[in-house]
């Protein structure tokens, strides 16, 4: 029975969502595919969604799919669970902030997607939609599946963006969930499974809280599976146990827990480099890309000559998260578990905590509002293991350099978005140039 739910706005494409959450039985659990006893339904885009609350209702500037979510929380919990399941794969967002109502919480507007160029391209979306039937169970998921023992029709999609995602309920046990994720062959994650499975499965197994993968039925982190679609490699996930938190409701004691979990990480992963790539060795590429933006190129020059003359000696550099935001934590009280690892890499420890706090800043900058979130990260953080140097200038040094190779990733989404894209893609690409533009903000602040 479904006493109640909760919609608000997600974060990145890529993030595990966390949208959409139901009470059942007096437990407030995910929202998916096969867990509710509603009817529900797939809506493709704005229009029919805010035709699904009132037909009435036209899709305006500044309109977006949170109002349309807002008005559908004063109609009926059928309206709001059809709503809720399309949430996790939206791709775009209103353009201009939400107003509520006088009294009332305002909705947080998602944050524009940072790494796009991970994401499978839609056509590879769509293409696994055509093997998914209307109780959200798949051939394709099976065939992945049976790696794990898990029976056919289990599986349930959940979501697709950088991979695949299927969520298996009541597995191991009523209450508890574990997911499925796989990613076609010609996707650079591909490769990356088996490298990213083994760092999380060794993290783990020193005592890192974290949410590990989980062995196949033959005792392999991942496996490399022939579907209807395509061979495939995949992995099984435990659940990260607990809730997920908001900037808005962070208190300074999860801040602190926050960045120990980080720097325990740090600490834990020091022999665990093997496979790992050094994104910011690349960032000298966005004044190639961008060429005729003189003022980019420039601060690009600079930031790439700055972080050269840095140390990387193993106080200030190792293995690294790359994508430690609230997103990819639970918590349960003041403890975190940490998850998604897809990002993990060679880089300075403070390029991983200047990313991680992105939503305690100001494009870079420390935010005067979040100040004392900030310090009890870092202070959180100096715990655990020492932070040399790291202060106002050193993290808006690292927010630029990781804003550099931002654009470097957007550049070639842009470019195929630009030829023969669909009129439905034009917010899509509104979004993502938004997204470009206070990434650039960002290197020329970095650079002073």
Not at 48 to 56: C, G, K, L, N, Y
Not at 68 to 78: F, M, N, P, S, V
Not at 168 to 187: D, I, N, Q
Not at 324 to 344: H, K, M
Request: with cysteine; proline share 8%; net charge negative.
């Amino acid at each position: 029975m479904v006493i109640g739910i909760t919609v608000t706005y997600g974060s990145r494409p890529g993030a595990r969502p966390r949208s959409t959450r139901a009470r059942r039985d007096g437990h407030r659990r995910p929202v998916h595919p096969g867990g509710l006893d509603h009817p529900r339904v797939v809506l493709p885009n704005l229009r029919e969604a805010a035709a699904a609350v009132d037909e009435h209702l036209t899709a305006e500037r500044g309109f977006g799919i949170g109002d349309i979510i807002h008005l559908a929380l004063r109609h009926t919990d059928h309206i709001v669970t059809s709503l809720a399941l399309a949430w996790p794969t939206w791709w775009a967002r209103s353009s201009a902030p939400y107003q509520p109502s006088p009294g009332e919480k305002p909705l947080r507007p998602p944050r524009p997607p940072w790494r796009v160029c991970r994401m499978m391209q839609l056509t590879e979306i769509s293409g696994l939609a055509g093997y998914v039937n209307e109780d959200w169970q798949s051939p394709v998921a099976d065939a992945v599946a049976a790696r794990w023992g898990i029976a056919p029709g289990v599986a349930r999609w959940w979501r697709s963006s950088a991979s695949h995602v299927f969520v298996v309920p009541g597995v191991p046990e009523p209450e508890a969930e574990r997911y499925l994720r796989f990613v076609p062959e010609r996707y650079a994650a591909y490769g990356r499974f088996e490298t990213v499975a083994a760092l999380m499965d060794r993290l783990h197994a020193g005592g890192l809280a974290l949410a590990p993968p989980v062995r196949s039925s033959a005792g392999r982190l991942t496996e490399t599976v022939v579907t209807p679609l395509g061979t495939v490699r995949a992995m099984c996930l435990a659940e990260a146990p607990g809730e997920e938190v908001e900037p808005a409701e962070l208190t300074e004691a999860q801040a602190r827990a926050w960045g120990a979990l980080l720097a325990r990480t740090h600490e834990s992963a020091r022999d665990l480099s093997d496979g790992l790539g050094r994104p910011l060795d690349g960032i000298a590429e966005a004044a190639r890309l961008y060429a005729d933006d003189a003022g980019l190129t420039a601060a690009v020059g600079k930031i790439a000559a700055r972080l050269a003359g840095l140390p990387r000696d193993p106080a200030s550099y190792g293995v690294v998260h790359g994508d430690f935001e609230l997103d990819n934590l639970a918590w349960e009280g003041n403890t975190p578990t940490a998850f998604d690892f897809d990002e993990a890499a060679l880089s300075w420890y403070a390029a991983d905590i200047a990313h991680a706090v992105r939503d305690l800043t100001d494009e870079g900058r420390p935010d005067p509002a979040r100040a004392g979130l900030l310090g009890a990260f870092l202070a959180g953080y100096r715990e655990v293991r020492t932070l040399p140097g790291v202060d106002a200038d050193t993290l808006l040094l690292f927010a630029g350099a990781n804003a550099a190779r931002s654009l470097v990733e957007l550049h070639p989404v842009l470019a195929r978005l630009d030829e023969g894209r669909p009129d439905d893609l034009d917010t899509l690409r509104a979004d993502l140039v938004e997204h470009r533009d206070e990434q650039r903000r960002i290197v020329l602040a970095a650079a002073g």
